[in-house]
Each structure stands twice: as structure tokens, then as C-alpha cells.
């Protein structure tokens, strides 16, 4: 299948470009370069999502694998082309339920967003930073229980999101390094040595940065400082509530664009506008721009075009950065060879007005919207 997509700008190797783009099967088959043309479309790398718990109402732990395909479909017409589905801690037996789900659902050919793999937010979490993670499902780590679950699954779990600081769990990354997972610090109350003794086993990967950790000290260094002068790669909710907007700018800054990837850590109740003080069950409500769970923090609104927009308009930054913390590094680690626009490569791309209004997304080769 043949897909011209004309009049475009794009980035090609840090050159803003301008012309045809020519797909073939979801790759760039020929490129036809062009005199630039005011307010022309710009065509970029879709959005990836390694942290996402749910979009418009279908959680990422649904077992109907119709619902999957359609959550796949929802997170294209926003322009998300590839994700992680993030779950919550569970018993193995429930993970590997959904699971079947999952190889079920997403097996063939498919519409909508590419499914990557999982992304397991526990169970292994400190019990004091779990919050409404399903806190009755947090537990100790169990090396002989976890390396059997990783020999049955290891081959759709891309990242696992455990607290360091517990009994077993310099060993636990090492085995989920060994079965090809990433270990990502995450719910954790971890101090600066036990951090550091983590990265330096192998965790090299840090789930929703500064939230449900240990908070900056001037005093005393903590788990934050160990963090941002390793190279670990750093996921960021960009929504401004998670973290506000002026300690955001100052993290990205601070890492660079290289070790930042943009997250929705979405549920199923995003995707969706509500009214300030709006309830959405008996525990959850809508309010200061984000849901709250029996009066704490639990998800956000907003999804990477939100935070594609924020970055590029609100900050300000070169479209190379942007690109890198919305899709490419998360795109790398999950192994979507999207990486770049040129002869060759894969093109699952968002299309944008010069407003940055969503106009087309293409996802191999075919319009998701």
C-alpha cells in the first residue's frame, strides 16, 4: 500500500526539510524534496508511550481482547503510534490472565497503535510509596517465584518498576536483566547509597521521576541525586501537576533531552475533559487538572501530544528535543525502529497543522484517524 503525503516539513538528521514523503508499506520509499512553503504541515515520529495505565475508557487490565484493539485505536487518533501497556501490581496468576489477552488481541494484523509489550508497575514496591496502586497486591520479592513468571513471559514484559531497597532486590534486577527486562526504580523510599548501589547493577531506568520517592534534601543527598548524575533515562509526566511546570523546566534542562521520556502514566478515565470537582466514582475525582484517589494524586489528563505542544510551544524547544522526549528514546528502548524520517526507515508518523493541531496519523502505512 502506496501513501503520498505532499507539501510537508520534516526533520531529517537535525535539517528541517521540505517536500513529498512517499510510503510504502510503512516505510519511506522515496523522498521528493521541495522549495519550502509557508504554512506548510509538519510531519513527525508518532508518540510513544512506555507508561500507560488506560486511555478513554479502557484500562490496560482489560482481558476482552476487543477492548485492546480498540484502546490501540484510541491512542492512534491522538497520535500515539506505539505503547506499553502499564499495569498495576497484580498476583502473577492475574498478569499472565491479561496477558493471554494481550497475545490474543494484538497477534496478525491490527489497527491503531503498535502494542509493544507490558510495562509491570510492581508488585514489588515499597508498601509506604504505593499509594492506590492496589497496595494489597504489593509484596516481597521471591527470586525462585519471579524467575519462573520471567521464563513463561519475559518475551512481552519490556520493563519492570520495582523498589531496590528491598530484601532481594539487587538480585531481582540482575534476573530481570538476565531475562532481557528493564528494571526501573519506582515507589521507593530508597536512600542515596542503596539507589547508587542499583545503578550500578543494572538499573538504568527511572519510573515518573521525583513522584512516590524520596523528595530533594539540601541537606542530606537522597535518591534524586544519585539519579541525575547517573545516565539513567528518566520518565517525566509533563502535565504540570505531577510536577509543577517550573521545576519540570528546570529537570529537563538539568538531563537533557537524551535521558528524558514523556509519559501519560494515563488511566481510563483520560482522554476525557471534566469539570473542576467532577466525580468520577466513590474514590476517584477531577480536579486542579489531574484525578485524584482518595484525596492523593492517581493520573493524568493529558497525553503526549499534550505533552508534544508543551514542550515545542510553551518551552520552547528545538523539534529535535521534543521529538526525543516524546517518541524517540521511549521508541528505542522499546525497539519500534521508528527512529528517524528517511529513505528506508519506518514512518509510523503524526501530521500537524502550523497551529499544532493533530491532522493525520499514519501508522504503517495506513490513516489511523
Known amino acids: 500500500m502506496k501513501t503520498i503525503i505532499q507539501d510537508v516539513r520534516f526533520l531529517q538528521r537535525g535539517t528541517m526539510c521540505f517536500g513529498d514523503l512517499h510510503i510504502e508499506d510503512g516505510y519511506v520509499e522515496r523522498i521528493d524534496y521541495k522549495t519550502p ?24 487490565e482489560n482481558k476482552d481482547p476487543n477492548a485492546l484493539r480498540e484502546l490501540a485505536n484510541a491512542y492512534a487518533k491522538r497520535g500515539t503510534v506505539a505503547f506499553a501497556a502499564t499495569l498495576d501490581p497484580l498476583p502473577f496468576c492475574e498478569y499472565e490472565e491479561i496477558f493471554a489477552a494481550y497475545r490474543e488481541a494484538f497477534q496478525g494484523n491490527y489497527s491503531g ?23 494489597e497486591h504489593v509484596k516481597a520479592i521471591d527470586l525462585q517465584e519471579l524467575e519462573q513468571f520471567l521464563k513463561r513471559n519475559s518475551d512481552i514484559i519490556r520493563v519492570m518498576s520495582l523498589a531496590p531497597e528491598l530484601e532481594n532486590g539487587m538480585e531481582a534486577i540482575r534476573l530481570l536483566q538476565r531475562y532481557g527486562v528493564k528494571p526501573s526504580l519506582a515507589h521507593t523510599l530508597a536512600d542515596y547509597d542503596t539507589t547508587t548501589q542499583a545503578i550500578e547493577n543494572g538499573m538504568h531506568q527511572v519510573t515518573h521521576l521525583c513522584n512516590a520517592m524520596p523528595e ?31 521545576m519540570l523546566q528546570w529537570l529537563i534542562s538539568l538531563l537533557g533531552a537524551d535521558r528524558i521520556m514523556a509519559i501519560s502514566d494515563g488511566t481510563a478515565f483520560s482522554g476525557f475533559e471534566y469539570p473542576d470537582g467532577y466525580a468520577l466514582n466513590e474514590y476517584c475525582i477531577a480536579k486542579n487538572n489531574a484525578i485524584y484517589r482518595q484525596g492523593r494524586l492517581y493520573s493524568s489528563f493529558q497525553d503526549l501530544l499534550d505533552a508534544f505542544r508543551f514542550l515545542h510551544c510553551e518551552c520552547e524547544l528545538p523539534l529535535e528535543d521534543c521529538l526525543k522526549m516524546t517518541s524517540l528514546n521511549a521508541g528505542k528502548l522499546l525497539h519500534t525502529l521508528n527512529y528517524e524520517i528517511g529513505l528506508g526507515k519506518k514512518a509510523d508518523l503524526v501530521l500537524l497543522d502550523h497551529n499544532m493541531e493533530l491532522k493525520n496519523v499514519i501508522i504503517n502505512g495506513k490513516n489511523s484517524l
Open 113 to 135: 497503535a503498535i502494542w509493544c509489550g507490558m510495562h509491570l508497575e510492581g508488585p514489588y514496591l515499597n508498601p509506604q510509596k504505593a499509594y492506590a496502586l492496589h497496595p
Open 216 to 246: 530533594f534534601n539540601h541537606h542530606r543527598a537522597q535518591a534524586l541525586d544519585a539519579i541525575i548524575a547517573s545516565d539513567c533515562m528518566c520518565e517525566l509526566n509533563m502535565d504540570g501537576v505531577h510536577i509543577q511546570k517550573p
Open 37 to 60: 512553503k509557508p504554512y506548510s504541515d509538519l510531519a513527525i515520529n508518532g508518540f510513544v508511550d512506555i507508561h500507560t495505565h488506560g486511555f478513554r475508557g479502557i484500562a490496560c
